[in-house]
């Protein structure tokens, strides 16, 4: 089987017609020029990695990383066009393949680029980036991709292009390249009146060196950045043009539908494989060490016959747990609150809890693989290609580089495809190797999908805060399970006796990186504790916040800008209400107020949401909201409808029936604005989800009266006098407003 390298991948059209790839030799490390230039670049012109010019001019820019629906690709490009000085429409976009060469080497930078001291930097990403390649990391997650390989990759690789394009061009000339000027693709002297296409340049341009420190364009300059250009991965997906993992077909292929132990760890004893091998269009049943598959000549075909099995697995010791006797665990680790200063006015406490929730991709997972000789071809959809590629080739035994990966468009990840979590890739390629050499396509139904997922890890909070006399809190501290970090139990304000400390409490149930990771769970504890301490020392919860943030400007900022736009302190109608939730997770600070109403029936409505959002700057506006919005809507669900429970130490929600999610017509309006700042760039995939929670529960506070503690809204619905409905879709409409945009 040919391996899929680097040189395939440009021979299948990249380079075609020959021209240029550039990458960034030396400034801040990306894949360094001659590791990446085959025998034939003096043909072709090959320079590294990252952007090609070909003689017709189109600009293509190969991006390590993938498309989800979150609009990288597309932002990526424009970050690396800004900075050659592109005509836009000339732009076309690739992701990289799974290849050692496109490593994402640049996260270091992002989680600590303010840090770093320029002289370090190169050291830095070569450092990061030499160990992507031993670990095999290519990954897309923590809203790192336009804040790490954009700012530190694409913009400097853009910026290089465009010096070599320009030195070409006055060569050529015979005139100084300061006298030239990059404009729409073209380079330009005005002098004489000259100009030349990038893609007439290109030939010469790839035979000059490739710039260590290329100057970058200042803000106040950008013309592609800060407009909102169409994605470009929004036309192959009108069209149907765009490719799945749930889509993908090759000729012969088969397909595999499976069944998996259902409590975590359990193994399969027995199966008669009988029944199914009888019925139509079977080829095979596999038995594996945790599931057991069915091989067809159709997916409708594979089910049924999977359904005529009655496999036998065990519960791996774990038969006995249950949600009720997880969360009796997390309570007996917390022990008391925490102590608070003995001179106290007031001393306030409350325990909190979110349940274990599910990715519920909008595509299930789905893998084809193909093992033939000693090599394998996988298409999927991934978070991480490259990891995928080494998963697959510890399941076959065989070394990475025997393993061929093709990344294809992703229904959804929301952390359910990133690295560790591969499971479906697993299975598929084990399926696979068991009726060799024929292709298999391995399909989760949603069943599949939901309980056996690797879950956003439940969660408990018992905190303790100390108002003076006058209201002014003096300590806030907590106890929490299932998790948490620096970021995530960071708070802002100004309180002098602060501190939050995990207490362990073991279970079996497997966990996983959930949108916005554990910033969902400590955003609703500690916002929700705050206004907590707000209400006990009388004062109003904005007014409160606000007189903590003195020394944080940035913070004031959101938080002020996110009060005025939703009115903040405006008289409402008897059962309504708003509530407000400060958060920074991943660089970037949102402020968020949710705007509910109660009807007299104890119908829920959350007719709006306002959001503020400093993440820095913004790539594209449009693309940015988008963003925004659909945080927003993933969270409500969450916050409202959302809950992973076990029983005999399996996972007893199967579908959208009882697992549900917010629908259409009860999405809130939802009002979007962005603050710009001199900060480095944040991330802004995640970090509108952490303050959602809390922003409700405190607006149905201030609505009602009762406070909501424990996560979803839905199982506390009688507890605060709301419709003990699983959703909302009897509720009216909100008035003056449109649901999510």
Request: net charge neutral; aromatic share 8%; proline share 7%.
């Given at each position: ?237 009108v069209d149907g043009s765009a490719v799945y993992g749930i889509d993908f077909t090759t000729p012969g292929m ?259 990186q959930w949108r916005s990771v554990l910033n969902s769970q400590h955003g609703f504890f500690k916002e929700s ?137 009860e999405a809130p309006r939802i009002t979007a604005e962005f603050i710009r700042s001199d900060a480095t760039l ?60």
């Amino acid at each position: 089987m040919n391996k899929w390298t680097r040189r395939t991948f440009i021979g299948a059209g990249t380079v075609a017609g020959g021209g240029f790839l550039l990458g960034v030799a030396g400034f801040t490390f990306a894949p360094g020029r001659h590791t990446l230039v085959g025998e034939d670049a003096s043909e072709k012109g090959q320079l590294t990695t990252w952007i090609t010019v070909t003689p017709d001019n189109v600009i293509t820019v190969l991006i390590p990383h993938c498309e989800m629906g979150q609009g990288t690709l597309t932002a990526l490009a424009m970050m690396a066009a800004e900075e050659m000085e592109a005509d836009w429409s000339m732009v076309r976009v690739l992701e990289a393949p799974a290849l050692g060469e496109y490593a994402n080497g640049y996260v270091v930078r992002a989680a600590g680029g303010d840090y770093i001291p320029a002289v370090m930097a190169r050291g830095v990403d070569y450092g990061s980036f030499k160990a992507a390649q031993w670990f095999g990391f290519q990954v897309t997650g923590g809203s790192t991709a336009v804040r790490s390989t954009g700012e530190y990759g694409m913009r400097v690789a853009g910026a290089a292009a465009k010096e070599m394009l320009l030195s070409a061009a006055a060569r050529q000339w015979g005139v100084p390249a300061a006298d030239c000027a990059a404009r729409a693709s073209r380079i330009v002297h005005a002098a004489s009146g000259r100009s030349a296409a990038f893609g007439e340049l290109a030939r010469t341009a790839a035979t000059l060196p490739v710039p260590t420190s290329p100057a970058l364009k200042e803000p106040d300059t950008f013309t592609i950045r800060r407009t909102s250009p169409p994605r470009l991965d929004i036309p192959p997906k009108v069209d149907g043009s765009a490719v799945y993992g749930i889509d993908f077909t090759t000729p012969g292929m088969l397909y595999a539908a499976l069944e998996i132990a259902p409590v975590q760890g359990g193994r399969l004893t027995s199966v008669d494989a009988a029944p199914a091998e009888a019925m139509p269009g079977v080829r095979q049943v596999v038995g594996l060490e945790e599931a057991v598959a069915v091989v067809a000549d159709s997916f409708w075909r594979a089910r049924r016959a999977l359904a005529a099995l009655k496999p036998v697995f065990d519960d791996a010791g774990h038969g006995a747990v249950s949600t009720t006797s997880i969360f009796a665990a997390f309570d007996a680790a917390l022990g008391p609150p925490p102590e608070m200063p003995a001179g106290a006015a007031r001393v306030v406490t409350a325990d909190y809890r979110v349940p274990f929730l599910a990715h519920a991709t909008m595509e299930p997972m789905a893998c084809t693989a193909r093992v033939e000789g000693d090599g394998a071809e996988v298409w999927t959809g991934v978070q991480d290609p490259l990891n995928a590629r080494s998963v697959a080739a510890k399941a076959l035994g065989i070394k990475p580089e025997q393993v061929r990966v093709t990344n294809l468009l992703l229904g959804g990840g929301f952390g359910r495809r990133l690295p560790f979590n591969f499971d479906y890739v697993d299975l598929a390629v084990r399926i696979a190797k068991a009726v060799s050499p024929v292709p298999v396509k391995t399909i989760w139904t949603r069943e599949n999908d939901i309980q056996h997922d690797y879950y956003r890890p439940a969660a408990m909070s018992r905190h303790a805060g100390a108002l003076d006399a006058g209201g002014a809190p003096l300590a806030v501290k907590s106890h929490y399970t299932g998790g948490g970090n620096g970021e995530a139990v960071f708070m802002p304000y100004a309180i002098t006796d602060t501190g939050a400390e995990e207490k362990e409490a073991n279970h079996p149930i497997r966990p996983g990186q959930w949108r916005s990771v554990l910033n969902s769970q400590h955003g609703f504890f500690k916002e929700s504790f705050i206004d907590e301490m707000a209400h006990a020392a009388g004062k109003d919860p904005y007014e409160f916040r606000r007189a903590l943030l003195g020394n944080r400007p940035r913070f004031k900022a959101v938080l002020e800008r996110v009060a005025a736009m939703a009115n903040w302190g405006a008289p409402l109608p008897a059962g309504e209400g708003r509530g407000i939730a400060l958060c920074e997770s991943f660089g970037t600070i949102v402020g968020e107020v949710a705007h509910v109403a109660v009807s007299a029936e104890g119908g829920l409505r959350v007719r709006h949401v306002y959001a503020a959002v400093d993440c820095g700057d913004v790539v594209n506006p449009d693309s940015a909201t988008a963003q925004v919005e659909g945080a927003i809507v993933f969270a409500l669900s969450a916050a409202m409808l959302s809950e992973i429970t076990i029983a005999g130490g399996r996972v007893v929600e199967t579908n959208f029936r009882d697992y549900p999610m917010i629908h259409l017509a009860e999405a809130p309006r939802i009002t979007a604005e962005f603050i710009r700042s001199d900060a480095t760039l944040g991330g802004l995939g995640e970090p509108i989800v952490p303050p959602l929670a809390p922003a409700v529960t405190n607006a149905i506070f201030a609505a009602t009266g009762v406070r909501v503690r424990n996560l979803p809204i839905r199982n506390q619905a009688a507890a605060v006098g709301l419709t003990p409905s699983p959703d909302t879709r009897s509720a009216p409409p909100p008035t003056g407003g449109s649901p999510a945009r």
